[in-house]
């Protein structure tokens, strides 16, 4: 950790009141008042055994549980003896109870017939988006085909599944059919690279990958089979990262028909074997033909692993961040019930454009609305493709207004991008189906927070910023939509259930308005059971930091600076590790430096955030060559050829979010005595704050800057 929070007071005075139920067409608010709301809080926090169980109760239990809560700090272990499935819960428990029939997930594909120049094959949509519909029963049969596959590709309960898709309902039913059969889930967001599914299939000693013959992504195919195949290849090459690693099977969708999975593929013979490695590659719906549609739900252990998520880290690899089932499902059906004020069969339709990818597509996309019985919308694909007549930038207001969406959920650098793409494009659509509104991701700038609120509610919708993380498993803080007055910038107050505070080092409370460290100071459901394979980094990066100051007890801590207002709402005023928030999604620097690195004329390495109109913050790299590269091209700087290549180049080895905006070359990087580099001073120098060269040079010259400086990180 090399910085400290800082002190600063944001002047944002504007008070939005919640508005009574009626007014929005609901036939009540879950919390109708903040006295309300505060009552319930204590009640959670005095008896929050109680609270948990009639929480729990919501949820569909084969077993249940002996004791709701053992906490031995660190380790927490909710609803002991309690046994239950997470696909029971979103799809047969409806099914049972006679809902079988009723939509379940609204899907839209990205492509528009002519408008698209990959259109999907055999689609008979010329003029409009492929639409899919599916119901409980829908859910039910198809997770019960998937999972015999799976059974048949020889997965059991316990054994991780990791999981590379496009945005398409198969991606849903993959999660399920793998929480029915009790196996555990990794999805990796597609947008990542081949190194970054090696990388994590390794570290969850992952057999069976599923995946698609491709994706469509702003028009274009993302090659995601590809990668796969190039991922299992050096996995299954023992020269890479110490042993041979080999994935026994891959399960391939057919989505694109354009991408052919891999050369013998191509002549349509499947299943086949990979060139040159044992790898076995299933078409999907081959496969899927051959097994039985009946499947029973595994009554899993409550303690049971449910899913694995690899986050960033500020160091090293990425983290697998470990969900159990019974507290994680009651946590997310909680959450997402009383912050989006979810009723089944009150005719709402929720959105939220997170990729399942990640956590919030995880808990907001698929587990939360399918347990509440509140239909939910997938989009496959980007913001900016064209819409049925012809606009660009205007997809997201289209679906709104065509599906009729009543709560809408989305990240601070979406809205910023809305934004500067201009009021006319949502006005075009009739927003007048929305209800509430919901961001997440990173502090929402309170003009932003009023666009969104004005343009995109017309000044009726309750704006919720819900604070959170990956291991957090759902909401921690946000207002509650009829309860909580909300101020633009503040994600208000904490969840029912949650002890947040603002604290110094010693652990002790922080008075108003004093930057400090955000903690959580008791055990939640929805928390993180470990870090997979990882211990040292479970207790180190999380209860390490403060503790309780007069037990001793460790505290949660979140990594992230913030402050509580007079009225006790809290202010994230974001990270202090070294992670960097490109539009919302954690990058280590780490991650960027080691690919940086791993480029053949690359000596030394360091990332740092600057600040970014759109993505909140954009990467800047800076770079030391190796003596080579200037014997290779003597009399030369380097230039902007080699700033794409290097940019490229981290591109392709962790993903285009990671792809640097700026690459600057330095003749040595500036570091402490103790050899520590001196990010805090590269940040300043990034963000224009500081000015290093005098000439105009290509390279950097922190010599002078470095000694000044020399005792201060
Ligand atoms: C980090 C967690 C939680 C799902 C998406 C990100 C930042 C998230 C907010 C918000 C201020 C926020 C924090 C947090 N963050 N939501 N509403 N206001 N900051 O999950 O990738 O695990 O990132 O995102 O810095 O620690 P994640």
């Known amino acids: 950790m090399t910085t400290e929070p800082i002190d600063s007071t944001l002047q944002e005075h504007r008070l939005f009141p919640p508005r009574p139920a009626s007014e929005l067409g609901f036939a009540r608010w879950h919390v109708g008042s903040l006295d309300e709301y505060h009552k319930l809080h204590r009640r959670s926090l005095d008896d929050p055994e109680g609270f948990w169980a009639s929480e729990a109760g919501y949820l569909s239990w084969f077993r249940r549980w002996d004791k709701v809560l053992d906490w031995t700090p660190p380790d927490a272990r909710w609803f002991l003896g309690g046994t239950i499935n997470a696909c029971f819960n979103c799809a047969d428990r409806h099914v049972q109870a006679g809902h079988g029939d009723e939509v379940a997930l609204v899907w839209e594909a990205e492509p528009i017939g002519p408008q698209t120049s990959h259109p999907a094959p055999g689609s008979a949509y010329a003029n409009e988006p492929e639409v899919r519909r599916l119901t409980y029963r829908d859910l039910q049969v198809e997770t019960s085909k998937v999972a015999n596959v799976l059974k048949r590709l020889g997965v059991k309960k316990g054994d991780v599944v990791t999981i590379y898709m496009p945005m398409v309902p198969e991606l849903a039913i993959a999660i399920l059919a793998c929480a029915r059969l009790g196996a555990v889930h990794s999805v990796i967001f597609g947008g990542f690279a081949p190194h970054a599914i090696s990388e994590r299939v390794l570290d969850a000693d992952s057999r069976v990958i599923i995946t698609a013959d491709g994706g469509y992504r702003r028009g274009d195919i993302v090659p995601l089979q590809q990668n796969v195949e190039e991922a299992v290849r050096s996995l299954a090459n023992p020269t890479h990262g110490g042993g041979a690693h080999i994935v026994n099977h891959v399960l391939v969708l057919r989505r694109t028909g354009r991408q052919p999975p891999s050369k013998r593929f191509h002549t349509g013979h499947a299943p086949d074997t990979l060139p040159g490695s044992a790898t076995r590659f299933h078409w ?108 660009k930038g205007d997809r997201f207001w289209d679906i709104i207004a065509r599906h009729r969406v009543t709560q809408f959920y989305t990240a601070p650098t979406a809205i910023r991008t809305f934004m500067k793409w201009g009021d006319e494009l949502p006005a075009r659509h009739d927003l007048s189906s929305l209800r509430i509104l919901g961001t997440v991701g990173e502090p929402i700038n309170p003009e932003a927070w009023i666009w969104y609120h004005a343009t995109i509610g017309k000044g009726q919708c309750p704006v919720v910023d819900t604070y959170w993380q990956t291991e957090t498993g759902g909401h921690v803080c946000t207002p509650l939509p009829g309860a909580t007055p909300a101020k633009p910038g503040s994600c208000t107050l904490p969840m029912p259930g949650i002890d947040a505070a603002v604290v110094n080092e010693q652990g002790e409370e922080l008075p108003p308005n004093q930057g400090g460290l955000f903690v959580i100071r008791r055990p939640w459901p929805g928390m993180l059971r470990g870090v997979h394979a990882n211990r040292e980094r479970f207790v180190s990066n999380y209860w390490s930091r403060v503790q309780d100051p007069r037990s001793g007890e460790p505290y949660y801590f979140s990594a992230d600076g913030a402050r509580r207002d007079p009225d006790g709402y809290f202010w994230i005023q974001g990270r202090i590790d070294d992670v960097i928030k490109v539009s919302g999604h954690l990058l280590g620097t780490m991650e960027v430096e080691s690919a940086l690195v791993s480029h053949p004329m690359v000596a030394e390495a360091a990332v740092v955030g600057m600040p970014h109109d759109i993505k909140g913050s954009a990467i800047c790299a800076f770079v030391t060559l190796k003596s080579k590269w200037f014997t290779e091209n003597p009399g030369n700087q380097p230039g902007d050829d080699l700033r794409k290549e290097l940019a490229a180049h981290v591109a392709r080895e962790v993903g285009a979010l990671a792809r640097p905006d700026q690459v600057r070359f330095a003749d040595g990087l500036p570091k402490t005595r103790s050899g520590k580099i001196m990010r805090r001073l590269l940040r300043d120098v990034a963000a224009g704050v500081e000015k290093i060269t005098q000439d105009t040079t290509t390279l950097e010259d922190f010599s002078v800057v470095a000694k000044l400086r020399a005792d201060e990180e």
Request: hydrophobic share 35%; with cysteine.
């Open 284 to 391: 999907w719906h081959e496969i899927e033909a051959l097994v039985s549609d009946a499947c029973p739900c595994e009554p899993m252990d409550a303690e049971d692993m449910l899913f694995l998520l690899y986050t960033s880290g500020s160091t090293g690899k990425p983290k697998g961040i470990v969900h159990t089932t019974g507290g994680y499902l009651t946590y997310v059906n909680t959450t997402c019930r009383l912050t989006f004020n979810m009723i089944p069969d009150a005719g709402q339709l929720f959105w939220c454009s997170a990729d399942l990818g990640w956590i919030t597509g995880h808990s907001y996309v698929l587990y939360g609305p399918l347990m509440n019985r509140v239909p939910t919308l997938m989009y496959e694909g980007a913001p900016n493709f064209p819409t049925l007549d012809g606009g």
